[in-house]
């Protein structure tokens, strides 16, 4: 069970939202390079990141941040935020990712998924954000009327690298993830699955392990490392225990 804890930047800042609300987020005083070396320091090998700037522009705003990272840390770093063309996933695949993450240009345009899983062998993983079962694009505000499962069962041949799961209703709630929703999904997918939104105790983690479902491939935390609520010394415990 790989554990990847998380960094959303936002104005050069690690910040944090509920239910993806950019009106009902939270600043962190560290910056995210300080808080990608305080992971490394802890043993983390993964780290899922967030471009917020990226998720409202389109753009690799902070492509700058990513390089340093890369370049300072040894992370196998999945980035996510607004790709939407094939010139953005160059970017980030150049500076050194190991996934680059396609959420609503994925939806919106199938084949822009397919062909990016083509051009870019084992560097796509597909974000699926859902509400209800039903899968939400652009920031979250729009409700896509795609059941998660159909549209899986449509690109599932496709060849992406890894799926990040996402339950809106839970992220940044501190609720606990949904891991019925997210087992169904994972028993659904050619690719291995990664657990999102709601991580709220290391309880959690020990339960996605307990879970012993061979195609969840890891489990991203975030508010809860920012809030305190689950310490990075007993997280790093966790990892591959």
């Known amino acids: ?5 998380a960094i959303d930047v936002k104005d050069k800042k690690c910040v944090r939202l509920v239910k993806g609300d950019f009106d009902n987020k939270t600043e962190y005083e560290i910056s995210p390079i300080e808080q990608a070396g305080k ?7 993964n780290l899922h ?8 522009t389109g753009e690799t705003i902070n492509i700058d941040i990513i390089e340093e990272i890369v370049s300072k840390f040894d992370l196998e770093i999945e980035i996510g935020g607004g790709v939407r063309n094939f010139g953005s996933i160059q970017k980030y695949v150049d500076a050194g990712v190991d996934k680059v993450i396609l959420g609503s240009a994925a939806i919106k345009d199938k084949n ?20 209800y079962g039903y899968l939400s694009v652009s920031g979250w505000k729009e409700n896509s009327n795609l059941k998660t499962l159909d549209f899986l069962k449509d690109v599932n041949d496709f060849g992406a690298s890894r799926l ?3 339950d809106i209703n839970r992220d940044g709630m501190k609720l606990s993830p949904n891991f019925d929703e997210t087992e169904n999904v994972a028993n659904n997918s050619n690719c291995p699955v990664i657990i999102s939104g709601g991580v709220s105790s290391i309880n959690d983690i020990k339960k996605a392990k307990e879970l012993g479902n061979k195609n969840i491939e890891g489990i991203i935390v975030g508010k809860a490392i920012y809030d305190g ?3 990075l010394d007993e997280l790093a415990k966790e990892i591959d225990a």
Do not use: E, N, S, W
Request: hydrophobic share 45%; with cysteine.
């Open 112 to 131: 822009f998924l397919k062909v990016a899983c083509q051009k870019f062998p084992d560097k796509i993983a597909l974000g699926l954000d859902a509400k």
């Open 49 to 56: 990141i967030v471009d917020l700037d990226g998720a409202l």
């Open 164 to 166: 990040i799961y996402t």
């Open 1 to 5: 069970m790989k554990i990847f804890p």
């Open 229 to 231: 609520d689950i310490k």
């Open 39 to 45: 992971y490394k320091d802890h043993g983390f090998k």
